[in-house]
């Protein structure tokens, strides 16, 4: 039997999904990144193979995406996460027109043309405001875990402005906040806001067409996707796992390029 594999070596998180001829999710696994790239996705796959009852040989090609793609010298290939989140996204919700992926330390939006294709796409990566990494410093200095952060949120009787788009300059403003008593939950609310507010103004640079998947950890905390349904005026398709969407899309294109080369 071959099998297909994806690994997506992510700034906070590493996924391996492995897939069969049908394209069958038969193995999927998430790990810390950490201080290594090769180091993850060579533990990341193990791990997937494991699960799958598999060994490396029944492997037929393996596709790594991610920053740490360059990283891997066992994959047959590297491709950009924006073709494989957009590969993913298409392949669970075959409606969907625009992927809004946000990760550790960037954010993405997409737009997929017919097919799945990529059709136009833009990108923050420069500055950790409008990412994950925003929502992992607040929530560490708010004393909140990360799956703590959309139950809290939604829980909020007000939202609190933040005013800084700068995360260092936010961090001081929240650490104000709490001095003076604000509820945790209506802060992390006016985070929430602040973070849909960047990512918002990606979407309509891009434009929303069909229907609209978040993928990436970020896609985790119910108060974002909470606040960004409101912007976008309809439901956002979630996968019960969103880390492993990029992977997903990795596996699917390592099982198409086999096809094509016969
Ligand atoms: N259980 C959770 N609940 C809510 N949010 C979460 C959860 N787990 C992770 N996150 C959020 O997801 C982010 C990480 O997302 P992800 O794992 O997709 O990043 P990555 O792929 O490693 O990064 P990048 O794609 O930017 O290189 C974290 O910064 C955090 O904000
Ligand atoms: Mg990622």
């Known amino acids: 039997m071959s099998l297909f594999a994806g690994i997506d070596i992510g700034s906070l998180s590493t996924e391996a999904v492995i897939i069969d001829q049908q394209a069958a999710m038969v193995a999927a696994v ?20 494991e699960q799958a009852g598999a060994r490396r040989p029944e492997l037929a090609r393996i596709v ?17 996460e924006i073709t ?40 923050n990566d420069k500055c950790a405001a409008g990412t994950g990494r925003f929502l992992e410093v607040m929530a ?16 909020a009787r007000r939202e609190v402005a933040i005013s800084s788009v ?23 609310r ?24 978040m993928t990436g950890g970020v896609a985790k905390n119910s108060g974002v996707v909470e606040l960004l349904e409101e912007k976008v005026g309809q439901p956002i398709n979630v996968y019960r796992e969103p880390q492993i969407v990029g992977a997903l899309g990795a596996a ?3 099982r198409d390029q086999a096809r094509a080369l016969g």
Not at 93 to 110: E, L, M, N, R, W
Not at 140 to 155: I, M, T, V, W
Not at 195 to 210: D, H, K, L
């Open 140 to 155: 560490a200095k708010l004393g909140a875990g990360l799956d703590e952060l959309g139950p809290l949120s939604r829980a």
């Open 252 to 254: 699917l294109l390592a």
């Open 166 to 188: 700068c995360t260092v300059f936010a961090e001081s403003e929240v650490v104000s906040l709490v001095a003076r008593n604000e509820p945790r939950e209506d802060i992390i």
């Open 30 to 49: 998430i790990l810390p990144t950490e201080a290594h790239s090769t180091k993850a996705a060579e533990t990341a796959l193990e791990a997937a193979l």
């Open 64 to 80: 790594a995406t991610g920053y740490g793609r360059v990283s891997v010298p066992f994959a047959h290939k590297a491709v950009t």
């Open 190 to 213: 006016g985070l929430h806001r602040a973070i849909v507010n960047r990512v918002w103004s990606m979407v309509r640079a891009v434009g929303v067409e069909g229907q609209v998947t």
């Open 84 to 123: 494989c989140h957009g590969a993913g996204a298409h392949h669970l919700f075959p409606g969907t027109g625009t992927v809004i992926d946000i990760g550790g330390q960037d954010s993405k939006v997409i737009r997929l043309g017919p097919g799945g294709k990529v059709v136009d796409f833009t990108m």
